[in-house]
């Protein structure tokens, strides 16, 4: 693959990841301003900042991901196949507004619906 084609790959790769862990939400370090400390499982009632550590296990999943696609795609020394192109972009733009429409139906519950 050439160097143009492995960085699309393995952004493509970073983007989906990324969605896919924001929309899962694995348990991850919650910051609870009232008491200033930090916690990690599932969030205890009160007032917690859990998007601090939701992001940094989305940012770092995406950079673990794109750094695995990028050595793994330079192992292969082929053309990448036409239709890769296309597909990488209909999956990484459909996985984009999953994410983005669970952010809003999120935020539509948590702070206007109430």
Do not use: K, N
Not at 58 to 76: F, I, P, W
Not at 87 to 108: D, Y
């Amino acid at each position: 693959m050439e160097q143009r084609d492995r960085v699309a790959v393995a952004a493509s790769v970073a983007i989906v990841v990324a969605c896919v862990v924001h929309v899962v939400a694995p348990l991850t370090l919650a910051y609870y301003p009232l008491e200033r400390v930090w916690r990690a499982g599932p969030p205890i009632p009160g007032v917690t900042m859990l998007w601090y550590g939701r992001s940094a296990t989305t940012l770092a999943a995406a950079l673990v991901a794109s750094v695995v696609t990028y050595v793994a795609t330079g192992v292969r020394r082929t053309a990448s196949p036409p239709w890769l192109a296309a597909t990488l972009t209909w999956i990484t733009l459909g996985c984009l507004f999953v994410a983005l429409g669970f952010i809003v139906q999120h935020e539509w519950h948590a702070w206007v619906a109430r």
